[in-house]
């Protein structure tokens, strides 16, 4: 191909205890995921569906690098999600075969402008300044399903300064990894590559410049860095 300029490199992550990194094609975001969240944003978690979003793929963060603070935010919020890795796609993909298109699972923050998906909620209007930016999704090395045992249970939690602030556990997720992916499908034509942000608990709050943020999700790994000097 005679490209103009060189075209960027695909934005790829780590995998644990492999040499070879897996390519990111798309993030997917799910909103309002647990209810303890839902009710601290306002809503009713048996009344709404859960919100699909995305990111760009270059959003991701990966190593540990630390995070510079955002420009045009005055309240940057930090949400610890499971990210679900698909190493198959698809559309229209039914429910009790959604598993089958996961290659592993990550942890992830859905880094948030609250200030600005505020406003955008207030007015009606789209929330891609508030989540789609530049470094606005830090996320682990992607551990490889084995033996088809998906991580339906176990702890995730946020702790910034070693000051717990999200604690919570899988099973409170109100929509299930497969139940998302088929849902997802409905819309989008999954494929290989595609990451899924599956929501955060409740506890979501303001990072200050300066902060360390560490997340984990048991039996799935951890993520650990500072804001600011990224
Ligand atoms: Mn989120």
């Known amino acids: 191909m005679n490209y103009l300029f060189p075209p960027a490199p695909p934005a ?9 990194r897996f ?4 993030i997917y975001c799910v909103g309002q995921n647990y209810g303890d969240h839902v009710k601290e944003m306002g809503g009713d978690p048996k009344q709404n569906p859960p919100v699909f979003f995305s990111k760009p793929a270059n959003a991701i963060v990966i190593n540990n690098e630390n995070v510079r603070y955002p420009s045009a935010t005055e309240n940057l919020h930090h949400e610890v999600e499971l990210v679900v890795a698909l190493g198959g796609g698809g559309s229209a993909i039914p429910t009790a075969q959604a598993l089958q298109r996961v290659y592993g699972y990550a ?6 402008r609250r200030d600005l998906q505020a406003e955008a909620k207030k007015k009606g209007k789209p929330w891609d300044v508030a989540k789609g930016f530049d470094r606005s999704a830090p996320v682990s090395a992607i551990r490889p399903i084995l033996d088809n045992e998906h991580p339906t249970t176990g702890r995730i939690a946020l702790s910034i300064n070693g000051e717990i602030r999200q604690q919570a556990d899988l099973q409170d997720m109100i929509w299930s990894v497969a139940e998302i992916i088929a849902e997802l499908s409905r819309f989008y034509q999954l494929a290989p590559g595609d990451l899924i ?4 608990p409740a ?28």
């Open 12 to 20: 790829a992550v780590p995998i644990v205890d492999s040499e070879k």
């Open 23 to 26: 390519p990111v094609h798309r």
């Open 107 to 112: 942890v992830g923050i859905d880094f948030t």
């Open 197 to 200: 942000f599956t929501g955060t």
């Open 203 to 230: 506890g979501v709050g303001a990072v200050m410049d300066g902060d360390r943020l560490q997340a984990e999700i048991e039996g799935v790994g951890s993520i650990e860095f500072n804001i600011g000097h990224g």
